[in-house]
């Protein structure tokens, strides 16, 4: 059996994927809102319950665990607004150093460029919702351009950040380019 599986903007089609067949016991609030939320989303109840304990087991369950917190978008600007572009560069490529390291080993994996590549794609962009993700690696490097619904600052954030995660596997920036909802990233080997 075939299943296409959305990343973020991303389709992955999966090949081979067993289902079984398991019951659950709900609250009758909770059945209700699983099903008022599934037509919204013209899905399955199934599908949607699936998805809910996927995204638990991806991510949720490790986000709790290394303390996440969740800002509307509006403050997070703000925050940026009040740093220089310098101070944001800086705190991007401290954080892309040490924390992408923290996070991996909090879900139980090993710093790797695969799950390096797996934190951008998966845990950033899908779950934590940083940005959408174009990810493409070539003979070259890596060609990875990210949206996203901040400003110019955030994306200042992100290209230290993201570029700081690579470095350690001998990637550097040959090119960056920054706009306001945007970043485009050449990392090269």
Known sequence: MNTIVTLGRCCVLKKGRKDVLRSLRLTEETSRELSDEAERQSVSFSALTTTVLTNYLEYGRYADRYGRLTFNPSTVTAILNALSDETVAKLGKERGKARPKDMLASN?????LGTTVQLVEKYLSKHTRWFDCTLREDQAGFHIHLSHRLNRKWSIFL???????????GFKPAEVTVSDYTLSLRLAR
């Open 108 to 112: 139980g994996l090993n710093w790797s």
């Open 159 to 169: 290209a230290q950040y993201v570029s700081s995660m690579f470095r350690e596997f």
